[in-house]
């Protein structure tokens, strides 16, 4: 709405007694609506300069999960952040992905936008487990600039652009490092949590142990878990409720890469779960994976297809709907799973097919995504959903629940299916350009 349009219909309103509140109300939002409108209409795509002219600021749209944005516009400032793609001479698509060690590997997409269509240049790099949160932040800004510097080298900023160079202290060739490790790398866990009031109290402790060696022809894998979870709820001076659930988890894989779009493994564990009424659970499952994909483009896109199959034992707490204290099942699973992130923004879907080769009618099929899309101007939209279909509750306790365990949780109960989902959307209009940085009262 203009500023004409606007001023015709307050005075077209000028007729009818007004208040002073509806005066004060309308000047409240006349101002800027009329402030909107002007900028708005200032805000258009970039445009090539005249021929021989130097373009204005670069403008970027920075899309990173993983990046500290606070950080780079204090200290890379020979650029334009703006919020929306379509104004933007250049989107920044950032994608990360953990590496072998326990760090992540970096993949720093320029894609040109508008006058740069079609300018495209991709920056790699990888930042160690150990790596703090500085030293990260640090890293990407350095390739960030490294990236952007042959942008803006023709743009109004260039006669302020210089370039460093840190020579080596040393000529000489470096060495070939030899890992003592022999590419493994060990993590050890422990957590403990406390909760508390007058009238009840919780504790949970956890420990968890991983072992793993990536390389490009090898992936192994190895990890155990361990969770005790106790409460107590005082109901009155005479009625005091304690619960307690314990859980551990073994499990390991080993993965074969076979071409760029093949793999075959083993997977491999051992578990036990209070809450599932399982003292042991004992599974090994051979499989093959197959990727549409090259696997060398996991970061920006996969659309895989894994299939295993193999034995599952199980020896439960107590005595089963089914009359059953243990048993051996032969037991196939089916995953198929598709990861894309584009420009337009992110989908993943993961879809999981287990079922018992003894008795066909025991399946479980579960079904996940998730995604965030921008759909215009400052307008996104995101969701995630779930639904499982429960067919396979072999381990469910004879019996019937206590209104206690239910509850509280502490025993499985059956049902035929599950459902979780949350949606929202986010809409963002007014300045593009605000580089301003005030940490002040910000926390």
Same mark, same amino acid.
């Given at each position: &709405? +203009?500023?004409?349009?606007?001023?015709?219909?307050?005075?077209?309103?000028?007729?009818?007694? &007004?208040?002073?509140?509806?005066?004060?109300?309308?000047?409240?939002?006349?101002?800027?609506?009329?402030?909107?409108?002007?900028?708005? $209409?200032?805000?258009?795509?970039?445009? #090539?300069?005249?021929? +021989?002219?130097?373009?204005? &600021?670069?403008?970027?749209?920075?899309?990173?999960?993983?990046?500290?944005?606070?950080? @780079?516009?204090?200290?890379?400032?020979? =650029?334009?952040?703006?919020?929306?793609?379509?104004?933007?001479?250049?989107? !920044?698509?950032?994608?990360?992905?953990?590496?072998?060690?326990?760090?992540?590997?970096?993949?720093?997409?320029?894609?040109?936008?508008?006058?740069?269509?079609?300018?495209?240049?991709?920056?790699?790099?990888?930042?160690?487990?150990?790596?703090?949160?500085?030293?990260?932040?640090?890293?990407?800004?350095?390739?960030?600039?490294?990236?952007?510097? #042959?942008? #803006? $080298?023709?743009?109004?900023?260039?006669?302020?652009?210089?370039?460093?160079?840190?020579?080596?202290?040393?000529?000489?060739?470096?060495?070939?490092?030899?890992?003592?490790?022999?590419?493994? !790398?060990?993590? =050890?866990?422990?957590?403990?949590?406390?909760?508390?009031?007058?009238?009840? *109290?919780?504790?949970?402790?956890?420990?968890?142990?991983?072992?793993?060696?990536?390389?490009?022809?090898?992936?192994?894998?190895?990890?155990?878990?361990?969770?005790?979870?106790?409460?107590?709820?005082?109901?009155?001076?005479?009625?005091?409720?304690?619960?307690?659930? /314990?859980?551990?988890?073994?499990?390991?894989? &080993?993965?074969?890469? !076979?071409?760029?779009?093949?793999?075959?493994?083993?997977?491999?564990?051992?578990?036990?779960?209070?809450?599932?009424?399982?003292?042991?659970?004992?599974?090994?499952?051979?499989?093959?994976?197959?990727?549409?994909?090259?696997?060398?483009?996991?970061?920006?896109?996969?659309?895989?297809?894994?299939?295993?199959?193999?034995?599952?034992?199980?020896?439960? *707490?107590?005595? /089963? !709907?089914?009359?059953?204290?243990?048993?051996?099942?032969?037991?196939?699973?089916?995953?198929? $799973?598709?990861? @894309?992130?584009?420009?337009?923004?992110?989908?993943?879907?993961?879809?999981?097919?287990?079922?018992?080769?003894?008795?066909?009618?025991?399946?479980?099929?579960? @079904?996940?995504?998730?995604?965030?899309? %921008? @759909?215009?101007?400052?307008?996104?939209?995101?969701?995630?959903?779930?639904?499982?279909?429960?067919?396979?509750?072999?381990?469910?306790?004879?019996?019937?629940?206590?209104?206690?365990?239910?509850?509280? %949780?502490?025993?499985?109960?059956?049902?035929?299916?599950?459902?979780?989902?949350?949606?929202?959307?986010?809409?963002?209009? +007014?300045?593009?350009?605000?580089?301003?940085?005030?940490?002040?009262?910000?926390?």
């Amino acid at each position: &709405m +203009g500023e004409n349009e606007l001023g015709g219909r307050l005075r077209s309103l000028s007729g009818h007694p &007004m208040t002073p509140g509806c005066l004060l109300f309308l000047a409240l939002v006349a101002c800027p609506l009329a402030a909107h409108a002007q900028g708005a $209409a200032a805000v258009t795509p970039p445009q #090539a300069p005249p021929a +021989g002219a130097p373009s204005p &600021m670069l403008r970027v749209f920075l899309d990173c999960n993983s990046c500290d944005e606070e950080f @780079l516009r204090q200290n890379v400032q020979f =650029i334009d952040y703006v919020r929306d793609r379509a104004v933007a001479d250049l989107h !920044v698509l950032v994608t990360t992905q953990a590496t072998g060690g326990g760090g992540s590997s970096w993949v720093v997409k320029f894609i040109g936008v508008g006058r740069l269509q079609g300018q495209d240049r991709t920056l790699t790099f990888t930042t160690p487990s150990v790596a703090t949160d500085d030293e990260r932040r640090k890293a990407f800004e350095r390739v960030f600039k490294l990236g952007l510097v #042959a942008y #803006a $080298a023709d743009t109004s900023v260039a006669p302020q652009l210089d370039v460093t160079y840190a020579k080596p202290s040393s000529a000489a060739p470096a060495a070939v490092v030899r890992d003592p490790w022999n590419y493994w !790398v060990f993590r =050890i866990n422990m957590n403990g949590d406390m909760n508390g009031e007058q009238s009840s *109290t919780g504790r949970s402790y956890s420990t968890s142990f991983s072992a793993n060696r990536v390389t490009n022809a090898w992936k192994i894998n190895i990890g155990a878990y361990a969770n005790r979870r106790t409460n107590r709820f005082a109901i009155d001076e005479t009625t005091t409720i304690r619960s307690q659930t /314990t859980s551990w988890d073994y499990n390991g894989m &080993m993965v074969k890469s !076979v071409g760029a779009k093949w793999s075959a493994g083993l997977t491999a564990g051992a578990s036990s779960s209070s809450f599932s009424n399982t003292d042991r659970q004992l599974t090994v499952a051979p499989g093959i994976e197959y990727d549409f994909f090259p696997y060398s483009e996991s970061s920006r896109r996969s659309l895989t297809i894994r299939y295993t199959a193999g034995p599952a034992h199980y020896d439960y *707490t107590e005595l /089963t !709907v089914f009359d059953r204290m243990f048993e051996t099942i032969p037991k196939q699973h089916l995953n198929v $799973a598709l990861g @894309l992130r584009q420009p337009w923004g992110s989908l993943n879907i993961y879809s999981n097919f287990s079922q018992q080769l003894n008795r066909m009618d025991r399946y479980r099929a579960s @079904l996940f995504g998730n995604t965030d899309v %921008r @759909l215009f101007k400052g307008f996104s939209f995101n969701m995630f959903a779930q639904y499982d279909r429960i067919l396979d509750q072999i381990a469910l306790r004879k019996g019937t629940a206590t209104e206690t365990e239910v509850l509280l %949780r502490l025993q499985q109960l059956q049902t035929n299916y599950s459902y979780f989902t949350y949606f929202g959307f986010s809409y963002s209009f +007014g300045s593009i350009f605000n580089t301003v940085v005030n940490p002040r009262f910000s926390f």
